[in-house]
């Protein structure tokens, strides 16, 4: 199946700075969702892209799908303690309808 | 209410044990997925039921089998644990659609096994 690579690891931040995550593929994907799972918690669903080039926006976080559809970020603008989890990327699995998950960059945010 | 839900949450036993994890949804949706997350918070797919059907069953061993009594519950019984079996295993859940987004899957809590 597909592989989705994801970067950083980990990024330890101060509040109010910003923090991005990447995801790419070696394939073109026919979309890319990402999760985000907080501490003990488990993953939340943030958004799918689809289109080639596709951004949308949650508040302050922005979401790009590249122009041959095989990366995606995830960019927070002025990080808050609230932010601090795990994010995930999620291209096509090889099933039906499964998904295959990147390894997730993890943020800390401190005060 | 809660969307997916398991139980149990937390599952301390020996290795050697046999034990189940239940997974239940009331979302409606045809498929359901058992995924293990390890210690370094890496999520796998383990299992892929649509509408009872096993549909997908990734290298995982023959001593993990899922069953699914109807469309609304995924249980995940395992044999004779290992060390290696310690991780959180998630329930999840998605209703496939013409419509964006496509897949979204819904995850249940979680359930915390640690064998010793």
């Known amino acids: 199946g597909q592989q989705v690579m994801q970067i950083p690891q980990y990024q330890h931040v101060q509040e109010g700075e910003d923090f991005t995550t990447y995801c790419n593929s070696s394939?073109?994907?026919?979309?890319i969702q990402w999760y985000k799972q907080r501490p003990g918690g488990h993953p939340v669903f943030l958004i799918q892209?689809?289109?080639?080039?596709e951004v949308k926006k949650q508040k302050r976080l922005t979401f790009q799908f590249g122009e041959a559809k095989k990366n995606s970020s995830l960019h927070i603008t002025a990080t808050q303690t609230t932010d601090v989890g795990t994010y995930f990327c999620?291209?096509?699995?090889?099933?039906?309808?499964?998904?295959?998950f990147g390894k997730g960059t993890m943020l800390l945010v401190s005060p | 209410d809660t969307a997916v839900s398991q139980t149990p949450k937390y599952l301390v036993t020996q290795m050697g044990n046999d034990k189940s994890i239940k997974c239940e949804q009331n979302?409606?949706?045809?498929?359901m997925y058992w995924y293990k997350q390890d210690s370094k918070k890496f999520l796998k797919i383990m299992f892929s039921?649509?509408?009872?059907?096993?549909?997908i069953n990734e290298t995982v061993p023959n001593r993990f089998s899922p069953k699914s009594p109807d469309k609304a519950h995924l249980n995940l019984h395992i044999n004779s644990l290992e060390l290696g079996d310690s991780a959180v295993y998630f329930c999840?859940?998605?209703?496939?659609?013409?419509?964006?987004?496509?897949?979204?899957?819904?995850f249940g809590p979680g359930t915390r096994l640690t064998v010793l």
């Open positions: 999840a859940s998605s209703q496939d659609g013409q419509r964006e987004p496509y897949n979204e899957q819904f």
């Open positions: 394939t073109t994907l026919s979309n």
């Open positions: 892209l689809v289109k080639s080039g």
């Open positions: 999620a291209g096509p699995g090889s099933g039906y309808s499964t998904l295959t």
């Open positions: 979302l409606g949706h045809d498929t």
């Open positions: 039921y649509n509408n009872k059907e096993l549909i």
